[in-house]
């Protein structure tokens, strides 16, 4: 794996903290705010890391007078992300996305990070329902790099959608679609954006969708809560089932203000008939008997801050989905999360994956 | 009350029993607040009545329960959030097209309220608060956005640079045909663009090197400090050292280099713990952590980061504004901290921070 001439250097977001036991050293990741501790014994090898910005493994070995294995601990601390290519950080450094890149080699060895962030690139995602959170998860998708996107909605851009939707004054009165369209290409000239300029009413309509674009869609995200959001998750999830697609419940919309929402990988998660088997079993036992009352078009209101924390949750999934590697898995598989509005504190329920689960049971890992 | 509107934010659940009357269980969806009640079934058919349609008269006729039953029953439902007047968004004294733009911000208050006439006056000082954001960066731009569209509209923003091809990955509504254009001076405009009624000044200037910058915040409510440099540290005690003497709110946001997860603080003078408190508490929690001197001198493009993370700063950050505009004596109670969120498990850390009483800065 190693190679005498590649430069290595400490990654700039890396600090290395002395422990009152000198052979312990902490590292701590800034980015992921990710610390580990390791015991070196020989004081050479610290010395040298500390000392790190662009040397080659060939100079350490001749520099460091030591009998440890240099080229092991370079190994070690590079592929666990503590050092980086030298050269390949030089090329971040200067690549708009540079950030985005850093941060996924917080989980990934430079050389790796750059690979994948070339696959997101390259990705395509189709977002059902372009309204508060759809109109967030798609700038902030774009701003991550990807540049493939289908975006379904047939409404236009309304004067109540400006308090949490990312639209500006001007565009009230058009397609949400070609609104938001015109703001990703703002973002980065270089994407394709698909429109769908209809409502997704069953699993067809979302077969239609997926089949737009000759470029396999990667990543589903059900932002659409009409009629409700169970019904429009229930036949997005369908769909995606039969085609092996990764697909997300964001959470957001109405009566689910700060839900964060499952993620689902078909033949790997708990699938959306699993977490709803799971659901159902929650029901509080002094809500056994009891019925609800029927209401109809509720407004339980919304706002910008609460848009943004749940598009921020399905960004960070989509990332995590794109990445293809077990460093950074979806968290949110067979889980589903609570954003509380009055304490700023989270709270997760797992689901798991139900073996013979009617819809996912007989799904071998894709 | 003419005609009763049983509220959207509440969900009614109901348990019948056979001795004439029902369990009747309320939730409030925003605060998950429960209250229970043993209902007769006659007062019960009243429920579904409430959809603001229907007079009490209405309500006697339909039910059999009698009016004077029934205005009680109301009466104890209006006095807990459960029901309002019908027309309660028509009688919020605020501009038509103000209303009609953050109509949902609105029923949300509402549903935190429970009080029409506390919507009001809690929107009412939103839309009078002049706020001050020094840094236009990444927080920044975000929090600008948000807090237009929560219904402030008038505002000062402060910040030196230009817009360049790697805010890509940062700043909101990043245009790429803008670069090398000052972000305040876009900021400016995008800012109009969300709410054209919106007034905001910018200023091309650095609270570093500008020596009169304290006298641009004085006709300001609340500063929120988005300046990471020289770093967030050294702005934040310059300008909560001000913000104390003059008695005003200061935000000091979360979210930059090497603090990516923080979620910031709101620091209410002499109420809550000041900069320099958090400075002393921090400088002698973390004593004991001095990380060795890092061999790559210019670190500033090494830093990852992701447009979601600061999305989620900024969004936490508009929320604590947003509770201590609701209630600040709630706020209060349990402000003094700092929250750091963690990618790696979506897992909130909560560091609780009090008030130093010897500090030289804030203690009375």
Redesign the interface.
């Known amino acids: 794996m190693n190679n005498l001439s590649r430069r290595y250097r400490l990654r700039p977001s890396v600090s290395i903290i002395p422990t009152k036991d000198l052979s312990i050293w902490e590292f701590f990741q800034s980015n992921t705010r990710r610390i580990k501790h390791f015991k070196i014994a020989d004081s050479t090898l610290i010395d040298m890391v500390k000392e790190l910005d662009g040397s080659t493994l060939a100079e350490l070995i001749e520099r460091y007078n030591t009998n440890s294995p240099i080229d092991k601990f370079i190994s070690h601390l590079y592929e666990n992300c503590y050092i980086e290519d030298f050269d390949i950080a030089q090329k971040i450094n200067d690549h708009p996305f540079n950030r985005v890149i850093n941060f996924i080699a917080d989980y990934l060895p430079t050389h790796e990070s750059i690979r994948q962030f070339n696959k997101i690139q390259n990705s395509h995602v189709v977002i059902i329902g372009c309204g508060a959170i759809g109109s967030w998860v798609s700038q902030l998708l774009c701003q991550n790099g990807i540049k493939n996107f289908t975006l379904c909605d047939p409404d236009v851009v309304k004067h109540g959608n400006l308090n949490r939707s990312l639209f500006f004054y001007c565009d009230i009165g058009k397609k949400k679609i070609v609104s938001l369209k015109e703001s990703l290409e703002r973002i980065n000239k270089n994407i394709n954006v698909f429109c769908v300029d209809s409502l997704i009413t069953c699993e067809k309509d979302v077969h239609n969708a997926l089949e737009l674009s000759d470029v396999t869609a990667d990543l589903v995200i059900n932002c659409s809560d009409f009629p409700n959001v169970d019904t429009t998750s229930e036949f997005i999830s369908k769909a995606c089932m039969a085609r092996r697609i990764p697909h997300i419940i964001a959470g957001g919309y109405n009566l689910h203000l700060s839900l964060i929402g499952p993620t689902i990988i078909p033949g790997v998660s708990a699938c959306f008939h699993c977490i709803q088997m799971g659901l159902e079993k929650e029901v509080p036992i002094d809500f056994t008997n009891t019925r609800k009352l029927h209401r109809e078009k509720r407004n339980i209101g919304n706002l910008a801050p609460l848009a943004g924390i749940s598009a921020s949750f399905v960004a960070f999934e989509s990332l995590r989905v794109l990445i293809d590697s077990n460093k950074i898995e979806p968290y949110m598989m067979g889980k589903r999360g609570e954003f509380n509005f009055l304490t700023s504190k989270l709270n997760f329920s797992e689901y798991p994956k139900l073996p013979d689960c009617e819809w996912c049971g007989s799904i071998k890992n894709a | 009350m003419k005609k009763p509107y ?1 509220r ?2 509440v ?6 029993s056979t001795d004439g009357s029902s369990n009747v ?1 309320f939730v409030f ?3 998950r607040k429960r209250i229970q009640l043993k209902v007769r079934d006659s007062l019960l058919l009243t ?2 009545l409430m ?1 603001g349609d229907n007079s009490i008269r209405d309500l006697e006729n339909r039910s059999g329960a009698s009016s004077e039953e029934i205005t009680k029953f109301i009466g104890y439902l209006e006095a807990n959030g459960i029901v309002v007047q019908e027309d309660w968004f028509d009688q919020i004294l605020l501009d038509q097209d103000y209303k ?13 309220s429970n009080s029409p006439d506390l919507v009001c006056n809690i929107q009412q000082k939103i839309k009078d608060t002049s706020v001050a954001i020094v840094g236009i960066g990444s927080i920044g731009s ?1 929090m600008l ?2 807090l237009i ?3 402030f509209e008038k505002f000062k923003i402060f910040d030196f640079k230009e817009i360049k ?2 805010s ?3 700043h ?6 803008m670069l090398g254009q000052a972000k305040s001076e876009y900021y400016k405009k995008v800012g109009t ?4 009624k919106t007034k905001i000044e910018s200023d091309f200037v650095s609270l570093k090197t500008d020596s009169t910058f304290l006298n641009k915040l004085d006709d300001i409510d609340i500063i929120i400090n988005c300046a990471d440099e020289p770093y967030i540290g050294y702005s934040s005690i310059f300008l909560s050292r001000y913000a104390i003497n003059k008695g005003k709110l200061l935000f000091v946001a979360g979210g930059f ?2 603090h ?2 923080c ?1 910031g603080e709101l620091i209410v003078p002499h109420k809550t713990p000041c900069a320099d408190c958090y400075n002393e508490y921090f400088r002698e929690s973390l004593k ?10 210019d ?11 600061t ?2 700063s ?3 950050g ?3 504004i ?2 201590y505009f609701i209630d600040e004596l709630a706020f209060l109670e ?1 402000a003094g901290g700092r ?2 969120f ?7 850390d909560a560091f609780e921070v009090s008030k130093n009483p010897d500090c030289e800065v804030c203690s009375e």
């Open positions: 049983l959207d934010g969900d009614v659940y109901i348990d019948s269980t969806l925003s605060t429920l579904p959809n009609k733009l953050i109509e949902k911000q609105l029923y949300f208050l509402l549903d935190i975000w956005v948000e569209q929560m219904g091809e790697d890509i990955s940062r909101a509504f990043f245009d790429s045909n663009k969300i709410n054209p280099d090497a990516l997860g979620l004991d952590w001095k990380p060795s001197p890092h061999p790559v001198k670190r500033v493009k090494g830093f990852g980061g992701l447009p979601s993370l999305a989620f900024a969004s936490s508009c929320l604590a947003l509770r349990t929250g750091e963690k990618f790696n498990d979506y897992s909130i």
